[in-house]
């Protein structure tokens, strides 16, 4: 059951609008086609988890502040025993794993997205806490680009690739138990403690002069 429907984020929405009456620079042009990109690598997540046929509570967009920390969950799937915490990554190209971290070809770092999304879990998990919850969070990091590679990856099966995804969802729809949806009253307090109202700090910046 979707309880919260995907939609394009803050920066998104923003950027998006700002191309169609001004010039953005060069690297305005770069966040804008990430964002692009991100929302589209989502969206066939969302495809993918949709046809999975899994009997539990789907959140997706989830913008939320724990102890004055901002942070953004894709996707969040509820079982009546487990929340499993998606971070949907749609990177393309070759990347190497190493001493913790994720480099391109070129040597350039990237965050780590796997410790990236344990620390959404932390802040989760201290939310339910605060809320009078306490449920187990699992945590997958998916890289939905098939055009994604990544050596020197040893197993983690906090990782998912695009073509894992399929059969993933289909052993988690057979194993799961028939669902009460007990946690649904949870579901919906996440829902209503999303923050629609969050501004990120490095949006352009423009006067009502710049736009067309």
């Known amino acids: 059951m979707i309880l919260k429907e995907r939609s394009k984020s803050i920066s998104h929405r923003i950027l998006e609008a700002l191309n169609n009456r001004m010039t953005l620079s060069g690297g305005e042009l770069v966040q804008y086609a990430n964002q692009i990109k991100?929302?589209?690598?989502?969206?066939?997540?969302?495809?993918?988890?949709?046809?999975?046929?899994?009997?539990?509570?789907?959140?997706?967009d989830l913008l939320l502040i724990t102890r004055d920390t901002f942070y953004q969950i894709d996707s969040?799937?509820?079982?009546?025993?487990?929340?499993?915490?998606?971070?949907?990554?749609n990177f393309s190209g070759t990347f190497v794993y190493k001493d913790n971290g994720l480099y391109s070809t070129s040597g350039h770092a990237i965050q780590?997205?796997?410790?990236?999304?344990?620390?959404?879990?932390?802040?989760?998990?201290?939310?339910?806490?605060?809320?009078?919850?306490?449920?187990?969070?699992?945590?997958?990091?998916?890289?939905?680009?098939?055009?994604c590679y990544i050596y020197d990856?040893?197993?983690?099966?906090?990782i998912l690739?695009?073509?894992?995804?399929?059969?993933?969802?289909?052993?988690?729809?057979?194993?799961?138990?028939?669902?009460?949806?007990?946690?649904?009253?949870l579901a919906k307090q996440l829902i209503a403690r999303h923050n629609s109202m969050y501004?990120?700090?490095?949006?352009?910046?423009y006067s009502f002069d710049q736009l067309r």
């Open 112 to 147: 780590d997205p796997v410790a990236q999304a344990e620390r959404k879990r932390s802040y989760l998990y201290n939310l339910l806490i605060q809320l009078g919850y306490s449920i187990d969070i699992e945590v997958h990091v998916v890289f939905i680009n098939p055009e």
């Open 199 to 205: 501004r990120p700090t490095n949006l352009p910046a």
């Open 153 to 158: 990856l040893s197993k983690k099966d906090t």
């Open 38 to 60: 991100g929302f589209e690598g989502e969206k066939m997540f969302d495809h993918i988890l949709n046809e999975s046929g899994i009997d539990a509570l789907f959140i997706n």
């Open 76 to 89: 969040l799937v509820i079982t009546d025993e487990k929340i499993y915490l998606y971070e949907v990554k």
């Open 161 to 185: 690739f695009a073509g894992q995804l399929a059969g993933y969802f289909k052993d988690l729809a057979d194993t799961l138990p028939k669902q009460s949806n007990k946690n649904l009253a």
